[in-house]
Structure formats: C-alpha cells, structure tokens
C-alpha cells in the first residue's frame, strides 16, 4: 500500500503551500499532524534540525542526512526543472537590476552544469555572443556544439569585454586577477549556493555591481518550484513503494 497522508509543518515557505496543493489534487491526504500521517514532506533546503524533529518518521526532504527518507534533490528530473527554474528567474532578475536590454550583450557563463547549460538555452536568444568557462574537455565540446565559446579557468585572468557574467561554479572563481580583468560596467549574477564564486569585497572596491542570484525559483516561479517538490515526491513513492 502507498503512503498517503502526508504533513508539511513549514508552510512559511510559500513553496510547501504549492507542493501541499499538488499532492492533495493528485489524491494525497494532507493530515493536520505529524502522527496521524504516513510521510513528512520537509522544504528545500532541509535543516538538520527539521529532520531530527521527525526522527522515525518518513521524509521526503531537500538534503540533509535521514535515515528514513528520501532526499528529492537527488531526483534528476527534478533538478532539471529546477534548474530551468533557476534560469528563467536569472533572466527576470537581470531585465530588474539593468538599465539595457539583454539583446546582444557579450555574455560569460562560469560553470556548464544544469543549471549552465539551462541558462545558455533561454540566453542564445538574446546573443550570439556567449562564452562558456568551465573545467572538462567533455564541457567545452558540449559548449561549442551548443554554439558558445570556451575559455578554461586560468583564461578568467585575461582582460575581457563581457557585459554580463553569470557565475555557476559553487566556490570563489572570481579574486581580484579575475575581477580586475572584468570591465568597471560588467554586471555578475551569482547563482551559486554559499559562499557563492565571487569576492564581493574586491568587487565592490572596483566598483563591479555583483547580484545575489540564490534561490530563483522560490523569487520568480514559486508556484511552479512548489509544484515540483511535488511531483518529485510522486515521483519517489512510485519507484519505492509501487
């Protein structure tokens, strides 16, 4: 039998709310404590106290560590669709915070993961001018059939035009050689987790306008980012417990 009552105890994030409305339309239970229900389905990111509290119950959770339970960032297709999620709430985030328009600027995408790879799709649109840095051989080849350029790390260095650079890469890539080959009107959005890739420090002191890039999804599709907690933990209950 699949479970099917299920308890969200932090609707303060407005995603739980979407996700509890999907499990719900796709004939899920919400139950009103944790005892009467069969799965507690935890926000992302999941703190390790939330999963302590729960401690011997059934967890969907966002990361952390759950001896029963299933952490919904390992699910691919959940993190593709974040990851587009994350993409599109870029390209929201940079039409507010600049006074241009995106067409035909000279673009940097730091980093050709998911969510790099996600964003150069909905930017090649706007330019035909991306360049990617990235680590792998198999990324550059990925790139340049994908129709950007490629530059590695240690090119970073390197005096640049580029209007916009789009940081992926969860550590600090951008010191003060790779800043001040940057021009002074180069704006960067940082998309990656803590502590993020980008010495604001040093940034700031060159006067490089650097925006906080974290959480997209939850700022700019939270319905949608709610949503896919839910099918994600759809998703999980079919293949485990079916």
């Known amino acids: 039998m699949l479970p099917d009552k299920f308890y969200m105890p932090y609707t303060d994030d407005k995603r739980m709310n979407y996700a509890s ?6 004939g899920f239970t919400a139950a009103e404590n944790a005892d ?13 106290y939330m999963l302590d509290e729960y401690r011997g119950k059934l967890c969907f959770h966002g990361g952390g560590i759950c001896a029963n339970g299933f952490d919904y960032l390992k699910n691919e297709a959940y993190l593709l669709k974040n990851a587009y999620l994350t993409a599109e709430g870029a390209i929201a985030c940079l039409e507010e915070n600049t006074l241009y328009s995106l067409l ?3 673009y ?9 790879k996600a964003f150069h799709s909905l930017l090649a649109p706007y330019s035909s001018s991306i360049t990617v840095c990235s680590r792998s051989k198999s990324s550059a080849v990925t790139e ?21 650079v789009i940081n992926t890469v969860p550590h600090i890539v951008l010191t003060k050689p790779e800043l001040e080959a ?3 009107s180069c704006v960067i959005l940082d998309l990656a987790s803590f502590p993020g890739g980008v010495d604001n420090l040093v940034a700031n002191s060159l006067g490089i306008t650097v925006l906080n890039g ?6 700019f599709t939270v319905k949608t980012a709610g949503e896919l907690i839910g099918e994600a933990v759809i998703d999980i209950i079919e293949e485990e417990f079916a």
């Not at 507690?40 to 990111?45: A, E, G, N, S």
């Not at 059939?145 to 916009?164: C, P, T, V």
């Open 21 to 26: 409305d999907y499990l719900v339309n796709r």
């Open 36 to 48: 009467e229900a069969d799965f507690i389905v935890l926000p992302v990111p999941t703190k390790q």
């Open 104 to 106: 035909n600027l000279n």
């Open 108 to 116: 940097l995408i730091i980093g050709y993961g998911r969510i790099g």
């Open 144 to 164: 340049e059939f994908n129709g950007a350029s490629h530059i590695s790390l240690e090119e970073l260095k390197n005096k640049s035009g580029y209007d916009i």
């Open 182 to 184: 940057l021009k002074p």
């Open 214 to 219: 974290r959480g997209m999804p939850s700022r």
